[in-house]
């Protein structure tokens, strides 16, 4: 039995949640597991009622979970900042969740934009709570005129090591063979040099095959040749930027899941579609919600349920497959309710 906490949040997280609600209770009926869920209605709606993204004692809420389900937040009247700093960052940093998870894999019945694409399936790992995103730094002024900023980028070798030890762990339970480091030491030296100098450690002395791609490079690798890599590991901001560019090589921001991942299982889990609130479509009933029950399967995998993980994917593929009921992102003219409903029919038919 596992709690699970549940937070829609925002424009289509809350349409994309309720199809991932429905495949939650039929795992519930048909398996040998219970997630036992509880859904907190905080976000953009709650910060406009009573001032704040989620309640003071919200954090120690969540902790008593060993999971949290998330669907997206932002709102036209919300600032970023709001969204950013007092609900997303700090969920990641107190609840030590220093590995941001994205698998990056092309399935079945899905047209990449890519011309050679038959084989993309990989992994990036982001580092998840310090580097380039942090808030230390400053302006100054002359007068009212801004006339210098700086922004430091902060890299411990724990946060690196432990990022490190994760992937490594990661890469050999599921039978891969070679780890690439996403740096760019050749230009920013003292930072991304420590990088790969405490990654370079760790590798050492493993049997992984490891090799270092300089950002740049990496980036047009991911268009030219995706199916050369398997696990990719990246700072804060470079991990940010390869998953983008990694879910828009697979169909898009509704096929991408991730999660945001304390390896220690000290702090609770959190799994969410990469995608936003996306307020373009949001209450038009057409969000794809299969990134976000995408993202339930990493969530079973996290807690010890592979079989069922690798279940749910297979399901999602069998569904791409048949491409009758599908979203019009990535093609059909089904609405996010259909693509629930026939999601649920292919899982257990
Ligand atoms: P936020 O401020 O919440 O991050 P955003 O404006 O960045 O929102 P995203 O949610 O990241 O928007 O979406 C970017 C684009 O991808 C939008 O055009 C949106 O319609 C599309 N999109 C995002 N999620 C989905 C989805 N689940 N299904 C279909 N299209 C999606
Ligand atoms: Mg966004």
Redesign the pocket.
Known sequence: MYKLAVIPG????K??MEEALKVIRVINDRESITLDYEIFDWGSEYYLKYGRMMPDNGQAILQEYDAILFG????SRVP?EV?IWEFIMPIRKNFKQYVNLRPVKLLKGIESPLRLSEEIDFVIFRENTEGEYSDVGGLMFQGDQRELAVQNTIMTRQGIAQLTEYVMKYAKAHHYTKVTNATKSNAITHVMGFWDQVVEEIFANEVLAYEKIYIDALAAYFVERPERFQVVMASNLFGDILSDLGSAIVG???MAPSGNINPEKEFPSMFE?????????AGKG???????IWSVALMLDHLGRKDLHDHVVFAIEQLLLENKTL????GGNAT?KDVGNAFIKKLYR
Request: proline share 11%; net charge negative.
């Open positions: 925002d424009g289509v997280g349409e994309v997206a937040i932002g709102d970023d969204t898009g921001l509704g579609p990469v995608h936003g609130s996306a307020p373009d479509i057409i969000a794809n919600p299969l990134a976000q979203t019009p992102d990535i996010t």
